[in-house]
Structures are given as C-alpha cells and as structure tokens.
C-alpha cells in the first residue's frame, strides 16, 4: 500500500507540481466558457473545477487525467438552467454522480473496448478541430497585437524546449506574455476582461433548493442520464488515449466510481458535473504530469488564482492562453495517420471521417462515437458474411456441406442459396465444425434448411461440436 501511495503520489513530484501549475492555465478560460454555455455563474463552473480536481485526484482510475467541467456536458445543461433554475442543475448533478458511479460499480468500463481504433483516432481528430474552433472566437475584433501574441507564444512553446526544459515552455510563455502585457500595456483582452469572478457567492456546502417528489426527479432524470452517458463516453475515451500517451494501463472502473464520487460531491458544493477533458489532459501529459499530485496542484493552483492571486489571474493575456490551447491542437491531432492515410484501410479511414464530420457538425462527441461504432459493426458484418465459405462434396449416396465462418443474420442466406433441394442424394450432411452459429437468425435459417430437405424425403444431420452453437 505504502508503496503504491508513493509511485501514485510522490515519484514525480518536482515534474507534477510543474505540471499542474500549467495546467491550470488551460482550465481558466475554458472553465469560464463552459459557464457561459450552460448559463450559470462564473463562478459554479470554477468551483466545480476545483472540486472535481480535487476528488479525481483521490478516487480516479487514471493519475495525471484532468477532469473538470467540460462544454460537451455544459451543453447538455442549457436547456435545465434556462427552463428550471441552476438549482435543478445542481439536483442533476448529484444524479449524475451516483449514477456514474454504478456505472463503474457494475464494471460497464469493458463496454470501452468495443470502440474500435478508427472512432478513437476520429474522436481524437475531432477534439483537436473543436478546441481550435472554439478559439477562433477570442479573434473577433481584435487587432493585430492579439494575432502576434498567439504567434509570438506559440514560438515560445516550441523554441524554448531547445535550449532549457527544467521548466514547462507554456508556462514560461504565458509569464512572459503576461510580463509584456504588465510593462507594454495596450488593448489585448485579459481574463479580467471576459468575466468578473465574485467569490463571495460561494458556498461550500449546499443542498439543492427543490422538491424532493417524483415529478423532480422526473425532470432531472433525463438530464442526468445524459450527462452521465456523455461523461462516460468523453472520459474514457480521454483515459485510453492517455494510457497510450504514457504506455500505461489504468482501471477504468475505478475512473468511473471516482468520476462518480467527484460529480456526487460538486453538486452539494452548488457545483455542474463535469467529465474528462482530452485537451487539458494531454497537456499535464506532455509537459512532464504522471502522478496524481499534478491534478491535486492544478486544483490547488486554481483554488489560489482565484480567491488569493486574482489581482495576477485578471491580468493574464487570453491571447497567451490561446497559444497553449493551439499548441494542444498541434500536439493531440494524429498528423501520422494523415502522413500515411493511403496505407490505411479505405473502411477505417472512411469510418474515422464519419466521426469526425458527426463530432464536429453536431458538438455532440457522444454521438459521434454511436456513429463510428454502428459504422464499425456494420463493415464488420459485411467482412464476416463475404468470408463465409461452403464447400459441397456429393459421395455416392451423400451430400455433404462443408461450412467455414461465421453464420449470423448476414450471413445465413448466403448457406441457405447455397443448398440444392433438387440434390439426388438421400441423405444430407451439415458439417459446422468450422462455423459457428451466432443467432436466432442463423438458427431459424438452419432450421429452415433441415424442414426443407426432409419435406424432400432426405435424411438430414447437422454435425456441430461446438457447444454454444448447438
């Protein structure tokens, strides 16, 4: 246990503390522009940061995962603020929580490895164009002071890492980029200028002010639905990527109770569930976050930024903050995949633009992923019905069907054309050893075949070892 504590927490601390202050930079604009899309206070939306930093970093399956609000849940929100009150939003939060965590609890993070590789690379995709899109809005009537800064930090990023990596390049960025704003003032936007944050409106604990009857939790169950299947499908979507990142396996049941156990909490703390983010993630990655002490220092850092440091907070340049955010566009698109997207399978490339295309139409990641999926199955369906293969041997008396694949409702007809009920020969052999029969489809088709054949006055046998498919 000892030991496990250590490796969790303490094995990478210089690296982690590094990590998590930069982080933390990422998170604030964003964390404001999830506020605005779902409705609420600025406010709701940081604290619920905070929050879930904090207990992800204690219960999660996944160290160094950043799990915050994210606008994929924030959306799903808008309607229920707008119609109910933030209360109601705050009541689906703590549903949400609880029902995240018997998603974990009843070990549905499996269902993860039914997402083939070509959805993933998509929802990847998809991530990096959405977290561009959504910076092109700081852009709007800005002048050219903004477009240099981006440019200008964006350099910064990539140059510094040649001569000095003691410490993160986007954080020193940001600092020099807010050092220049602070001695060359001008009209470039800060965080300061997007919302004002008003702390006194915080309250640590806070049960939700609604009726606690059947036709509330009519009104929030939905909702919470919603946000729970969102969340599920955004985080561990995140946590296998990130696994990728580091070359390390991670218990994605555990990410699902701890996810729950955090949404749980924010809610009582007047909090907006939140999930995952790939982004902010894979930037704790990339500059040095392994352990669980990263993600404990971001929520930390934030925690200080905003009610100690805000003087430092509202002063920070967006357009600093939009250079890290474009660096992780750079960093999290699968440029490889388009180097050699002609040795790629025509199916999975086709797939994957699918994916991306729903995803980046609709903002909607979830159903980008059922998309892709159902998209998956179907090619597999149609692979597995082409390589089924019927042989037919005709000895003296004796037909015999020589039946290798996979028989399923695609596939059944193809054995059921094959059949010749005009055959002469008494008696008819169906050798499935080598197939195997995977539904009532496929079942009732044999079925079929065999009342056929009798009808006919031939004597039938179906040669099946295999246990599941007799």
């Given at each position: 246990m000892l030991q496990r504590i250590k490796q969790d927490w303490f094995s990478n601390i210089r690296a982690d503390v590094l990590a998590g202050i930069t982080t933390v930079l990422a998170l604030i604009p964003d964390s404001l522009a999830f506020a605005f899309i779902a409705g609420v206070n600025p406010m709701i939306s940081i604290i619920s940061s905070i929050s879930i930093l904090v207990l992800i970093s204690i219960f999660g399956g996944r160290s160094a995962m950043v799990s915050t609000t994210a606008g994929s849940m924030?959306?799903?929100m808008t309607a229920l603020v707008a119609t109910h009150g933030v209360e109601y939003l705050f009541a689906a939060t703590i549903l949400t929580g609880i029902i995240q965590y018997l998603m974990g609890r009843f070990k549905m993070g499996r269902w993860m490895s039914f997402v083939p590789h070509s959805v993933i690379t998509g929802f990847i995709n998809s991530l990096a164009i959405l977290i561009f899109i959504s910076q092109l809005r700081y852009f709007e009537n800005q002048s050219w002071g903004m477009y240099a800064m981006v440019i200008g930090t964006l350099v910064?990023?990539?140059?510094?890492?040649?001569?000095?990596?003691a410490i993160p390049s986007p954080l020193l960025a940001v600092v020099a980029m807010t050092l220049l704003v602070v001695f060359i003032p001008g009209s470039l936007q800060t965080v300061g200028d997007i919302a004002a944050i008003d702390t006194s409106s915080v309250?640590?604990?806070?049960?939700?002010?609604?009726?606690f009857t059947f036709e509330t939790l009519i009104i929030i169950l939905p909702v919470a639905l919603s946000l729970a299947v969102v969340g599920y499908s955004e985080t561990l979507l995140t946590q296998t990527i990130i696994d990728e990142m580091t070359d390390t396996k991670s218990d994605k049941d555990k990410e699902m109770r701890g996810q729950g156990i955090a949404n749980t909490v924010t809610g009582f703390v007047g909090g907006m569930a939140g999930c995952a983010l790939i982004a902010?993630?894979?930037?704790?990655v990339k500059v040095g976050g392994r352990g669980r002490l990263s993600t404990l220092v971001a929520a930390v850092m934030l925690l200080l930024m905003v009610f100690v440091l805000d003087d430092l907070l509202n002063i920070i340049p967006i357009a600093a903050l939009v250079g890290v955010m474009m660096m992780v566009c750079i960093e999290v698109f699968d440029w490889s995949y388009v180097r050699h997207i002609r040795s790629k399978p025509f199916a999975h490339t086709f797939i994957m633009v699918v994916t991306v295309i729903v995803m980046v139409t609709t903002h909607n990641l979830a159903l980008g992923v059922i998309v892709g999926v159902l998209m998956s199955v179907i090619v597999y369906a149609y692979r597995s019905a082409s390589h089924l293969d019927i042989e037919k041997e005709t000895n003296d008396n004796l037909s015999v069907y020589r039946v290798k694949g996979q028989l399923f409702f695609v596939s059944s007809n193809a054995l059921l054309d094959s059949i010749d009920f005009t055959d002469e020969a008494n008696k008819v052999q169906l050798d499935l050893s080598s197939a195997h029969v995977w539904d009532h489809t496929?079942?009732?088709?044999l079925d079929k075949i065999v009342t056929r054949l009798s009808e006919k006055g031939k004597e039938v046998e179906v040669v099946s070892p295999r246990k599941q498919s007799a």
């Open positions: 924030a959306v799903l910064m990023i990539y140059v510094i890492p040649k001569f000095f990596k309250n640590w604990f806070h049960i939700p002010m609604v009726p902010e993630s894979a930037i704790n496929a079942k009732q088709t």
